[in-house]
Structure formats: structure tokens, C-alpha cells
């Protein structure tokens, strides 16, 4: 029997798989396209509706664009980092120590009633940054968990044992 307890796969740590899972890749996608959508917008149609903006909206504009692209470069950075721990490139705890460079509480937004003034598209990708930015906290606090010890063999064996040994006789 103690042959048996000992020859027993280790647990595996759900905060391990989660990487791995369908749930991360979906994330890293819509975090990746969402970065590319990002710097498509601010690079074109962005770049001229805030020339089109009054003079202290558009103040709000480059501190919210500043602040957007800043938000999604440290979720790009965390998810890259992830990925990697999925692609085997580094463990979970690699992962773990490089994560304390990556800032996932970046500024939130301006007040609701500055958002308002600016073009539609940007809000719409400042409120789709927030929601990514609250997948990834989530995730990050799932897989970060610090890992409970786990104790030498079964607990309960000694009780089975003397339950099993009294009806063997």
C-alpha cells in the first residue's frame, strides 16, 4: 500500500494548465488584435478626428490615447509572458518573478463625462481596454495563486487501513 501512495502522480495545480487552456488563447487573441486595431486607429482615423478637436478636449484625447496605449503594452506584456509559459519556453514560476515588471492597475480613464467628448471609436477601444485589462486581473490572480503545501501521502490512509484491516477478518 505505501508502494502504491508513493508511485501516485503529484497533484497538478489547476494555476499550471490554465495557460494552456482555450480560455487564455481566446484572451491572448483579443488582446493581440486588439493592440493591432489600437495602433491602427491612432495611427490613422485617430490622428485626424483629434485635429478636429476643440483645444481642451483635445488635451483629453492625448492623455486617453497615452494612457490606452500604455494599458494595452503592459496586458501585451503579460500575455506574451504567459504565452510563453505555454509554448514551454518558461516555467510558471519564471513567469511569476518576470510578471513583478508588468503593471496590470495602469491609469484608468478620465471621468464618463470627458469620455463623452471624445470620437466614438476611441471610447469604444478605451472601454474594450478596461474590460480586457479586468479578464486579465482575474486570470493573473487565478494563476498566481501561492500554492498550498501538500502533504506527504493521503491523510485518511490510516483510517482506511484500520477500517479495511477490521472487515478483512
Known amino acids: 500500500m505505501t508502494d502504491r501512495l508513493q508511485s501516485e502522480p503529484a497533484l497538478v495545480q489547476f494555476s499550471e494548465r490554465l495557460t494552456n487552456s482555450a480560455a487564455f488563447s481566446a484572451l491572448f487573441r483579443e488582446g493581440m488584435d486588439l493592440v493591432e486595431e489600437t495602433a491602427a486607429y491612432l495611427d490613422g482615423v485617430g490622428r485626424t478626428e483629434a ?96 500554492a498550498e503545501p501538500v502533504p506527504v501521502g493521503n491523510p485518511l490512509m490510516p483510517q482506511l487501513n484500520r477500517l479495511r484491516a477490521a472487515f478483512e477478518r
Open 51 to 146: 485635429k478636429a478637436l476643440d483645444r481642451s478636449v483635445s488635451l483629453t484625447y492625448a492623455t486617453e490615447s497615452m494612457r490606452l496605449t500604455t494599458r494595452l503594452m503592459q496586458l501585451a506584456s503579460w500575455l506574451l509572458l504567459h504565452r510563453a509559459v505555454k509554448e514551454g519556453e518558461m516555467t510558471l514560476s519564471q513567469a511569476n518573478r518576470e510578471k513583478t515588471k508588468v503593471k496590470l492597475s495602469a491609469a484608468d480613464p478620465s471621468s464618463e463625462e470627458m469620455l463623452t467628448k471624445l470620437p466614438e471609436q476611441l471610447q469604444n477601444l478605451i472601454a474594450r481596454s478596461m474590460a480586457l485589462q479586468s479578464k486579465v486581473r482575474r486570470l493573473d490572480t487565478n494563476i498566481h495563486v501561492a
